[in-house]
């Protein structure tokens, strides 16, 4: 019955975050399905652990919203997040609760926490860091309009720390985890918000308006297609958050197999 009790939990979660326009249809869909099977996998900590990413995650974005209307205008999506978004930041997490659910090797509780840390991180550099009052720069040092990927600041770089340490810290208290396994899953949650960074500034898709000549993550911008310029066509945010979070993932489940 508490499984049933969870799903219905999880399809409230859903509707909740469709009603209050953090999620679109497909993401609170998408919500439900990887809110169960976190649960089938790790029970109401491991839900827990995903309200804690989530629920901090569509805070911080409503922080400084004014003050991120011109990020909105870079950034390939903004508003409510969609199914993509979701499963960018928890697929790796549900497959991980399905491991641990088949072989209950903690390594797979490593990978769920390093995942979440490294999605956390970034969301929360993402959310925060242009907030900054000094533009963002790229590894070149060029300042570059606060939203670019790819770009960095002190304060971006400081809620990148504090959110791993957050999801680290939280699964600690949830799973009481051992200290190394703690340093373990706060550095992962680091270096995929860095890859993140990387992937951003290097690889990811860019356009151009044809309205403004404003550099762009939208294939429209001005109610116009913009033209590309630059990246791998194929890999756009989604993928970018995918791929970072599930690299320091396996660098996390790697490592902890081989302790």
């Known amino acids: 019955m508490s499984v049933i009790y969870g799903v219905v939990f999880c399809l409230l979660l859903g509707y909740i975050g469709y009603r209050f326009r953090l999620l679109t249809v497909s993401g609170s869909l998408f919500t439900v399905v990887v809110g169960s099977l976190v649960l089938a996998g790790f029970g109401y900590p491991g839900l827990v652990m995903l309200m804690l990413f989530f629920g901090s995650s569509s805070l911080l974005s409503k ?9 909105d205008q870079i950034v390939e999506k903004d508003g409510p997040r969609d199914g993509w978004q979701v499963l960018a930041n928890g697929g790796i997490a549900a497959l991980a609760s399905i491991g641990f659910s088949w072989t209950e090797h903690t390594s797979f509780l490593v990978l769920f926490l390093v995942v979440l840390a490294a999605s956390n991180a970034d969301t929360w550099a993402s959310e925060i860091g242009p907030l900054s009052k000094k533009d963002p720069f790229l590894f070149t040092g060029r300042r570059v309009p606060a939203g670019t990927s790819g770009a960095v600041s002190f304060l971006g770089t400081s809620a990148t720390i504090v959110g791993a340490l957050f999801i680290a810290t939280a699964g600690d208290l949830l799973f009481d985890l051992p200290t190394g396994t703690w340093l373990l899953i706060a550095a992962g949650g680091i270096v995929g918000s860095m890859l993140d960074t990387l992937f951003g500034g290097t690889v990811q898709r860019k356009f151009r308006c044809v309205v403004c000549s404003k550099e762009t ?4 911008h001005h109610d116009q297609p913009t033209l590309y310029l630059k990246g791998w066509k194929w890999l756009g945010n989604d993928a970018v958050n995918f791929l970072s979070s599930t690299l320091a993932g396996m660098i996390g489940f790697i490592g902890h197999r081989m302790w």
């Open 217 to 220: 993550e939208k294939r429209r």
């Open 63 to 71: 922080l400084g919203k004014r003050r991120k209307q011109s990020v």
